[in-house]
């Protein structure tokens, strides 16, 4: 298939997801705890399986990976990377900063990737050797001159394992504090896109979690890779860095690499 | 006045907040450091300045208590206590969920707020005596069973001196800790009127961070007081808890009494 065919099929997701999704935001959703304790909802998995039927009846070979309903096919060459609600607790408390997330994946690879955010209608689009697309106009990180002068984001503190709290700390010890903003799961991540924030630093994430950011966010001119500088696919392991300035990379690296000292 | 006029003259306040700020969100804001680290904006300005102007013509005996330009009458017994943008780091940020702050005392205690989101056009409104309204619809808060059902929200760690973090994570610990959101501001009280949020928990506010809070959160049915239960005026520490049933205040202020063990 066409990247564009694949792009037109990750929007139809998207808009299904949406429509399942509305209904339930700020209404009757049936918070559930997972296995793990992270929460689910009525609107996560009607989201998934509509997403699911689609990619089912319009290309029926294709992988898929969820985050509700698991895997299918993963081995396939193309797999399809869900995630209906990322943010699932900020979505249960009524905030439109959680989002659908679409990757494609090509062995192993994420090629294209979708932020939809339902509620305020906003959508970003990324596609491997294309240029991002926010409400189908091009979106473009931005420069940053120092990391003092940064805008970082992250969305718990919870999310880091002790160790990694101590190397996160390094970091934003880098940043003036008040511009560190905390929540947003990956409505940050097309805020880089966008260039309205330089510096997303995150441990803990799935691949269902990072997979669709990073044709976002490189496809606006920014970069994403794991904490040690090595770009992000379906093995990696879950501590994730999007920079809007890939000329501050290694900053991001150095100081990351020194733990805090209390 | 009577409360009515009073409301009709807070509206017409956010209204000129929202028209002054809209240009610059994602724009060219000018980001500035004032001597306290804190951002701000030629967007709180601007907002902060077009609601004095509309004070000073309207209501002129007033006092005024403002996070820009300071305070000018503020031993009047009514005084306006004016955030322009509460969640400036937000605002920078390009997310939204910061708001307008807007309250009036009378003799040092709130009696008056308006939480204006002048993005998403979401409107909070409370009075003493009246049920809050939330875009001119009545708000009420929620039940809730038990803190480990919670959904609790605050703004950042790094408002918590590391005293109150230890006291802060007493509590956090009583509740799922996937029902924890971080980030919102003045979002999140907003939220705990509609019956979305349960607790808001937050340390180091200053007076135009929580009097607009009070009215709003307590007309819609919950409760709103320091750390030490004790209701909020001019002369509070800025140790606000906000909590949609009343009836678990005991549950909170028991668990914040205790220091978390690491």
């Known amino acids: 298939m ?21 209904p339930y935001f700020r209404g009757d959703f049936g918070l559930e705890d997972k296995a793990d304790a992270s929460p689910v909802t009525l609107a996560d998995r009607a989201a998934e399986a509509a997403m699911r039927r689609i990619i089912g009846r319009e290309s029926p070979r294709d992988g898929i990976i969820g985050e509700e309903f698991g895997a299918e096919r993963a081995d396939a060459s193309r797999v399809w990377v869900l995630d209906p609600i990322d943010g699932t607790t900020s979505f249960v408390a009524g905030r439109p900063i959680f989002g659908t997330l679409i990757a494609l994946l090509q062995d192993g690879w994420p090629v294209l990737g979708i932020i939809d955010q339902p509620i305020s209608g906003e959508r970003w689009i990324g596609a491997v050797g294309q240029t991002t697309l926010f409400n189908n106009a091009p979106a473009q990180s931005r420069r940053c001159r120092t990391l003092d002068d940064a805008v970082l984001a992250t969305t718990s503190p919870h999310l880091f394992s002790e160790h990694q709290a101590e190397h996160f ?19 940050n991540y097309g805020l880089v896109a966008s260039g309205h924030v330089d510096l997303v630093v995150e441990a803990g994430l799935k691949l269902h979690d990072f997979a669709a950011l990073v044709p976002i966010v490189e496809g606006s001119g920014g970069t994403m890779c794991d904490w040690h500088g090595n ?3 379906a093995g990696s392991s879950g501590e994730v860095i999007a920079l809007g300035d890939p000329a501050r990379l290694e900053d991001v690296l150095e100081a990351l690499a020194h733990q805090h000292c209390a």
């Open 169 to 187: 700390l390094g970091l934003a010890g880098k940043v003036a504090r008040r511009r560190i903003v905390y929540g947003g799961d990956c409505y």
């Open 2 to 22: 066409s990247m564009d065919t694949d792009l037109a099929l990750a929007c139809s997701l998207a808009d299904a997801a949406g429509a399942a999704i509305r």
């Open 231 to 233: 770009p992000l696919n």
